[in-house]
Each structure stands twice: as C-alpha cells, then as structure tokens.
C-alpha cells in the first residue's frame, strides 16, 4: 500500500491545533440547554500513557446524540480519523514518514518536531473509535472481554464529557483506537463504529450459525447494516418493515424474504425465526412476532426505548423464548467486525452533512424528522481544499475525485480523497471514469494504476504538480532550499 499524504486542515481548525508545551486545543461542538449545538474548546495539557491525539475526519450520527442534545458536553461518539500525535505508551499505532528514501526518516522526524512541521511529513494510522473510552483493565469481565459490563468503564455521555466525535481533535486511548483495514476509508468506518458493532455483536458473540434464520425488524440505521452482515453471515434473513416502500432496497442489501406489517394480526406461512434483532426506536406488537419464533428462539432488542419492556409472559413461557440484551461490543469484537466487512464490502449507506455547527443541527433535524436514509455522516470538508504544497484542490461533499493533470490523452491523473482530503493518492484512471475513494477500495477499477506517492521535493522545487508522477531525485542543495520554502 502506498503511503498516503494528507493536506492540512483549514486555518480556522488546524489553528485550534497547539502541539506545543501549552498542550492541545481543539474545537468542540456541545450540546446546550435549549437543545442548540453550541461551539467550544476542550484543553489537554499532554498526552499521559497510551492516549493518541487524533484529528477526527468523520462522525457518524447516532439516536444517543439527540438524547444528550440538551446536556453540556461534546456531541458525537462514532468517529474515524488521523493519528497525528503519540503517547509514550502507545504501542500498535504508528506515525509514517512521507518522504522517499533518499531523505533520512530521523532527520525529517527530528526537523518536523523542532519545527513543529509533524503534521507535514509525517501522517498517522487512520483509526475509528466507539461508545466505550476505558475500562479497568483487571476485572473478571475485562479480562473475559466483556469490557464493556466492567463496573468502572468509561462510556460516552458519563466520562469525559469535553470530548466527543463531533470536534476537530479527540485524545482517546490506543487501547479503544482500532486501526483501520486499507479498504475501509474513515467515512464508512465511522458508520460502523456504533451500529455495525451493535448488530455484528449478536452474530458473533451469540452464537449464531450461518443455518439459522435470522429476523430484523425494521430497515434503518441498524437494520440495513443487520442485513449486510447477517447475509454475508450466511443466514436466511428475513426482513420486517411497515410498508413495502424498501423491499427492493432490502433485497438488494441481502434479504431472502420480505414482510411488510402494517396492519396485519397474524403472518402467514412463515417459517420459525430463530433470532430477532429488533432495530426500531419503538417497541414492537410482540403478539404478532412471538408466534414466528422457533422453540427456543432469541430476542434481541438493539436500541434505546424510555419505558419498561413489555411482553406477554404465557406465549414467552411456553415457547422458550430468550431475551439477550446487548450493548456495544468488546473491541476483541470491534476488530472482527472490521475485518468482516472490510473481506465482504459490508458498509452502510450514508447521507453526508458538514462537520459544523450549521450542518450537526441540520443532520439532527433530518434525524429527528426520519428523513436520513440510513446513516448520517458528519464530514469534515474545505472547498477549495489546499494540498501541502499549496495546489487548489476542489472536493465536492461526496468525496469525488477530481482531475488533477491529462496524461497520455485517454487517460488522466487523479488525486483520490475522502471527502475531507484525510487520504491522498496519485492514481491514473480512464477518462470520463470518476470515482469515490471508498468504491476505489472496495470495487478497484479495471485498468486503474497506483503511480508514486508524491514526491514532495521534486514538486515543490517546480511548483508543478506533474512533477509529482516523476520518480527523479533532486539534487541535495535544492532540498534545502524546499525545506526553506515552508518557512
């Protein structure tokens, strides 16, 4: 894999950034008493032990976040991003330097620190973290992993409450960071981080077996990742949904059968469901599921209802029925779920909004209103983006490649970017043949070409960007001089 290269954030958050002896500052967005989303700073002195700080590219949109809409603390708990400063501790993530041999790594770290140019030459794991920050370590359920029953966990919205996803920055433990699969981008990461872990939790950690009919009730944000997973799974799924608006959408997604409810008392001629991942916000008619459940069948419900459970105790009875709850996922679980959908091309399908005051009041208006389909994803986009060597950039908020330099006359170079500019690639590609990154990774092109990571000094020296897919070495006397051009 290619070493990519990053441009660097906006003034007005990059400036937020103070990787000096005062520490870190970085922006935040907070809910409020009057349920407005408010902007404000979060300080960190330094980082102590395994603690990353990591510029957030990503943050999916959750149902908890509209619960915590009125709190004073920082919103967002499904994030993705860069890693762009180390603990002492930190042991499995890594800071990679972008430049080619001829230019020694220690040097570059040793310039990059003293001048505070890091976040120039050097970019670090793309990483995606979760609901859960900290556990103790050394309990019975930690060292089960069960981490996330440990009585001293550290869960969003009841630890650290000035940090959150929705920010530029967040400084999270290693230990809860999970690096991400090349073919994964941090977008569709960030989507999985809360619901994909949910739904990917019941399949692994009950059990289930790919000859079991799984039931979903419901195709939401939750549902519509169940379906993916569970039919790559190998389950019969069997899909539930009020109306039959999204049975194409369902079948597409995996589904076997589809059964839409309104207004029905009973199903006809459906085969025993083994396990039911209840995915709606609501609780559901349970006399028109129980009698579908095979003896003796689980009962999953999956997201947040204010109220008590309510089920009729003789039908639960008689047929053996469980009910298995379930909250987040360990991260034994988390990197599993990764890897699976990294292996099958499971991802969820996104409806993007700006990472800003404007665009997270607007995602949770959308979300409150049922118009998002299926998962919304806060992005972190400039437009015009700049690259490290000042070349305007134009991204469009899907993350579109855009052209970059005609070579050869059918062909064109690319530069390939989450919406954001987090992941920089010099790719060649057919002409009229745009792509977005996350379908480069997961579908490549036929006939595309990786050229060479951009070679810095040479396309800094000529300020011409086709400089960049030529491979020659400077001189040592200019790379002087390119590195007094960052001054």
Not at 97 to 112: G, K, Q, R, T
Not at 297 to 310: H, N, R, S
Not at 334 to 361: P, T
């Amino acid at each position: 894999m290619i070493p990519p290269l990053h441009p660097p954030e906006s003034t007005n958050l990059s400036s937020a950034m103070d990787p000096s002896s005062n520490g870190f500052n970085f922006v935040v967005y907070k809910g409020s008493p009057d349920r407005r989303v408010i902007q404000g700073t979060t300080h960190r002195s330094q980082l102590n032990g395994d603690e990353v700080l990591i510029r957030i590219t990503h943050s999916s949109l959750c149902g908890t976040d509209e619960h915590y809409l009125d709190a004073d603390m920082c919103l967002g708990h499904e994030g993705a991003g860069v890693v762009e400063t180390l603990g002492p501790d930190v042991k499995t993530l890594e800071m990679h330097v972008l430049v080619h041999s001829w230019f020694h790594p220690a040097l570059v770290l040793y310039l990059a620190d003293y001048l505070h140019w890091r976040f120039r030459f050097c970019r670090g794991d793309n990483v995606a973290f979760g609901y859960q920050r900290s556990c103790c370590g050394s309990c019975a359920r930690c060292l089960g992993s069960l981490e996330m029953f440990c009585p001293s966990r550290g869960f969003y919205g009841f630890s650290e409450l000035d940090i959150g996803s929705m920010a530029s920055h967040i400084v999270f433990r290693e230990s809860f960071t999970y690096r991400l699969p090349p073919a994964i981008s941090n977008e569709a990461a960030s989507a999985l981080m809360c619901g994909g872990a949910t739904v990917f939790n019941v399949l692994d950690m009950f059990n289930v077996k790919p000859t079991d009919r799984v039931g979903i009730v419901g195709i939401g944000g939750l549902g519509h990742l169940a379906i993916q997973f569970a039919a790559k799974w190998g389950c019969e799924v069997i899909v539930f949904s009020g109306t039959e608006d999204k049975r194409e959408q369902a079948i597409q997604l995996g589904a076997t059968e589809f059964h839409a409810t309104k207004d029905l008392d009973k199903f006809e001629k459906i085969a025993p469901i083994d396990h039911l991942m209840v995915t709606t916000s609501m609780q559901i008619p349970w006399p028109l599921y129980l009698p579908i459940m095979a003896s003796p069948g689980t009962i999953y419900p999956l997201t947040v209802f204010d109220g008590d459970l309510k089920i009729p105790y003789i039908p639960f009875l008689f047929s053996g029925l469980r009910i298995q709850a379930s909250i987040v996922a360990p991260r034994v679980v988390y990197k599993r779920m990764l890897s699976f959908a990294a292996f099958h091309g499971i991802g969820a399908i996104v409806q993007r909004y700006r990472l800003d005051v404007a665009g997270i009041e607007q995602a949770m208006a959308d979300l409150r209103e049922g118009k998002i389909r299926f998962r919304g994803v806060l992005c972190r986009v400039n437009e015009p983006n700049r690259s490290p060597l000042g070349w305007s950039v134009g991204l469009n908020e899907e993350g579109m490649a855009k052209r970059f330099v005609e070579v050869e006359g059918n062909e064109e170079i690319y530069m390939l970017f989450a919406a954001d500019g987090s992941a920089l690639y010099l790719a060649s590609i057919p002409s009229q043949s745009p792509r977005h990154l996350h379908t480069f990774f997961q579908n490549p092109v036929p006939n595309l070409a990786i050229r060479a990571p951009i070679n810095i000094m040479a396309a800094a020296r000529s300020n011409d960007p086709a400089q960049a897919c030529k491979p020659t070495q400077p001189p040592w006397s200019s790379i002087a001089l390119c590195l007094l051009s960052y001054l």
